[in-house]
């Protein structure tokens, strides 16, 4: 076991250079390259990208790709540990190229039902069987927070994580079967409900020891480095920048290395007693050097002699004067793109403590949320505004009226006093009612507030009622003279911006769950905003280093977790929007004693005015 565990680490670490120095930005860069073509979509838009024959093309070509990389990793990794198991002489890279005779498993329709296997439920589970393209899978913690705020939502996701862990086990012998016995997938699939029947107590005993332990480890990790772990996508041409100005992405790293190194071990021990397990039964076999057949040996034997071809041709010319000289002016390169890289632009403002809904010392979008919000000291309470029947701006977040006032109506059906005749109360007061406000009755709450809590409104638009929506809050933020007390978003860009159009002066930003490719040059920074308020999911040091770089700040919605706060304040992400805002508001005065306010261009109270 100890000689498999070192070949597979030796394999890792030269399969994740490779994915993310090449593989990854190859496959992002052709995604990247369509979606900017068709203009980047956000949230709801997501999908309309690709509803077009060009569009599903280029998008199942990148899956089929992508699942064919991810099968051959597993290859190698199950070859190399059967290979020692049989105590046969190798080396990685010659079980490398013989590995590529394993992709024989993904023939016709296998590839479609592989493709869903290895690219979804694997990194869905994340357990034994890894890879380097698509590490993990998770579902935003935004729809995960807003389905525990029913029992149904919490019923519906234990019934779903149960789901995909029992489809899990019943497949959990497919890639050994797609390896060694170059099964298609659906009899690699039939293999694995046979080995599981058949599998003796003991052994059973063994492999649930294997993933139990895995999954302690993990959920230990978990507990204890409860930080965002870094994506592929933070390995860009940012990285120095990351490195050298970054702390969170310095300690991030580490813990990327760590658990790299930690999880390539485990599967390799993980799969060592997998296959030790299946063989007291069943006959498995490894081949060092497979015979490749027919028009695949011709292709092998030529791709094998214009390789040996093209690294002589190489040797000879670096051995040249004007190769060497090439050498130092990319040296050259590197040092000049290192100190361009030197200047570090300030961040726009302090960071802002800015209340979710409120607060949840409070029910949801009520007075007294905004209250106890103030009385902590936040910055800005966030609120979600509609339009009644008759145009009237209240404040509730659902456009259905279930969840809260269990009536499956739509606010948009009900006239004022239709709505207030409601009672709403949510998961964390459920022995409290309340009356659903409206913006009036916030802002004048507001402007009593002995603490001055400023509101970051959040526009719902659920129609075309844009345009009455934007007008009508304008009105009343004007009334209320509150405007500089008062920050706007939505998930509808012309929502803000007609806010901005009629007041170019107060703040309007993007609220952001999801994009069709990532949030670059080609399309986001165009946006006539001044803040980015982006989902958890959405943030990376890549969007915060470019958000910077142009002035913008970044807000975070909806976080929970006091050590993920840390984080985000330490990537440069000037507002937090949470439940709690008296524990965003300790983390915020914690980070701010220990670190100074001197990185921030406006030091005075509430968004730079006057800009």
């Known amino acids: 076991m100890k000689r498999a565990v070192k070949e597979v680490l030796k394999f890792e670490v030269i399969f994740k250079l490779i994915t993310l120095a090449l593989v990854n930005p190859l496959l992002n860069e052709i995604y990247q390259t369509y979606v900017s073509s068709k203009g980047v979509s956000f949230n709801k838009d997501i999908i309309g990208t690709f509803m077009s024959v060009k569009g599903a093309l280029i998008f199942l070509s990148l899956f089929f790709?992508?699942?064919?990389?991810?099968?051959?990793?597993?290859?190698?990794?199950?070859?190399?540990?059967?290979?020692?198991?049989?105590?046969?002489?190798?080396?990685?890279?010659?079980?490398?190229?013989?590995?590529?005779?394993?992709?024989?498993?993904?023939?016709?329709s296998s590839l479609v039902f592989s493709s869903l296997y290895y690219l979804l439920l694997l990194p869905l589970i994340s357990m034994v069987y890894l890879n380097s393209?698509?590490?993990?899978?998770?579902?935003?913690?935004?729809?995960?927070?807003?389905?525990?705020?029913t029992r149904l939502g919490i019923a519906g996701g234990v019934a779903m994580n149960m789901a995909f862990y029992a489809l899990y086990f019943l497949l959990f012998f497919v890639p050994v079967s797609m390896v060694l016995r170059q099964q298609g997938w659906k009899l690699a699939a039939a293999d694995s409900v046979k080995w599981l029947r058949r599998l003796e107590w003991h052994n059973r005993l063994r492999i649930l020891v294997c993933v139990g332990?895995?999954?302690?480890?993990?959920?230990?990790?978990?507990?204890?480095?409860r930080r965002n772990r870094l994506k592929n996508k933070d390995f860009d041409i940012y990285f120095y920048k990351y490195l050298v100005y970054s702390q969170a992405f310095r300690k991030d790293f580490l813990f990327w290395i760590?658990?790299?190194?930690?999880?390539?071990?485990?599967?390799?021990?993980?799969?060592?007693?997998?296959?030790?397990?299946?063989?007291?039964?069943?006959?498995?076999?490894?081949?060092?050097?497979?015979?490749?057949?027919?028009?695949?040996?011709?292709?092998?034997?030529?791709?094998?002699?214009?390789?040996?071809?093209?690294?002589?041709?190489?040797?000879?010319?670096?051995?040249?004067?004007?190769?060497?000289?090439?050498?130092?002016?990319?040296?050259?390169?590197?040092?000049?793109?290192?100190?361009?890289?030197?200047?570090?632009?300030?961040?726009?403002?302090?960071?802002?403590?800015?209340?979710?809904?409120?607060?949840?010392?409070?029910?949801?979008?009520?007075?007294?949320?905004?209250?106890?919000?103030?009385?902590?000291?936040?910055?800005?309470?966030?609120?979600?505004?509609?339009?009644?029947?008759?145009?009237?701006?209240?404040?509730?977040?659902?456009?259905?009226?279930?969840?809260?006032?269990?009536?499956?109506?739509?606010?948009?059906?009900?006239?004022?006093?239709?709505?207030?005749?409601?009672?709403?109360?949510?998961?964390?007061?459920?022995?409290?009612?309340?009356?659903?406000?409206?913006?009036?009755e916030m802002l004048s709450a507001a402007k009593k507030a002995p603490n001055r809590i400023g509101f970051l409104i959040e526009l719902k638009v659920s129609g075309e009622e844009r345009d009455e929506l934007s007008a009508a809050v304008v009105r009343l933020v004007e009334q209320y003279d509150f405007g500089e007390r008062a920050m706007f978003m939505s998930l509808d860009y012309l929502s803000v911006l007609s806010v901005k159009q009629a007041h170019p002066e107060w703040w309007t930003g993007y609220c952001i769950f999801g994009s069709s490719g990532e949030i670059d040059d080609t399309m986001l920074w165009k946006y006539e905003i001044d803040f980015i308020a982006a989902e958890e999911n959405q943030v990376s040091n890549r969007l915060v280093t470019q958000a910077r770089e142009r002035g913008l700040p970044v807000y975070v919605w909806t976080v929970f977790d006091t050590v993920r706060m840390k984080q985000y304040l330490e990537m440069g992400v000037t507002g937090l929007i949470g439940d709690a805002p008296d524990d965003i508001k300790e983390v915020v005065e914690e980070y701010n004693q220990k670190n100074g306010t001197s990185m921030y261009e406006w030091q005075g109270d509430g968004y730079p005015k006057g800009e």
Not at 67 to 91: D, G, H, P, R
Not at 376 to 405: C, F, M
Request: with cysteine; net charge positive.
């Open 65 to 108: 790709l992508a699942a064919i990389y991810v099968f051959y990793e597993l290859s190698v990794v199950i070859n190399l540990v059967m290979l020692c198991i049989q105590k046969e002489t190798f080396t990685v890279r010659q079980v490398m190229v013989n590995s590529l005779w394993n992709l024989r498993a993904l023939r016709g």
């Open 133 to 149: 393209l698509v590490p993990g899978i998770e579902i935003p913690e935004f729809i995960m927070s807003e389905m525990q705020r």
């Open 213 to 225: 332990g895995w999954f302690m480890v993990r959920h230990m990790l978990t507990n204890q480095w």
């Open 258 to 440: 760590f658990e790299a190194v930690l999880f390539s071990a485990a599967m390799g021990v993980c799969i060592y007693i997998i296959i030790t397990c299946i063989m007291s039964y069943e006959k498995l076999h490894a081949e060092v050097s497979p015979d490749w057949e027919g028009d695949s040996g011709i292709i092998v034997r030529i791709v094998k002699k214009r390789w040996l071809q093209w690294k002589e041709g190489w040797r000879k010319r670096i051995r040249k004067k004007r190769y060497r000289m090439a050498g130092a002016l990319l040296c050259l390169a590197f040092i000049a793109y290192a100190a361009s890289n030197f200047y570090q632009i300030p961040l726009r403002h302090k960071p802002f403590v800015i209340g979710h809904r409120g607060s949840i010392y409070g029910i949801e979008n009520t007075v007294k949320a905004v209250e106890e919000a103030d009385k902590i000291g936040a910055d800005y309470a966030e609120i979600d505004v509609q339009l009644t029947k008759d145009g009237v701006p209240v404040v509730v977040h659902d456009s259905n009226l279930w969840r809260l006032a269990k009536k499956p109506v739509n606010v948009r059906d009900l006239t004022l006093d239709e709505i207030k005749a409601l009672k709403v109360s949510d998961f964390s007061h459920k022995n409290e009612t309340a009356k659903i406000p409206t913006l009036e």
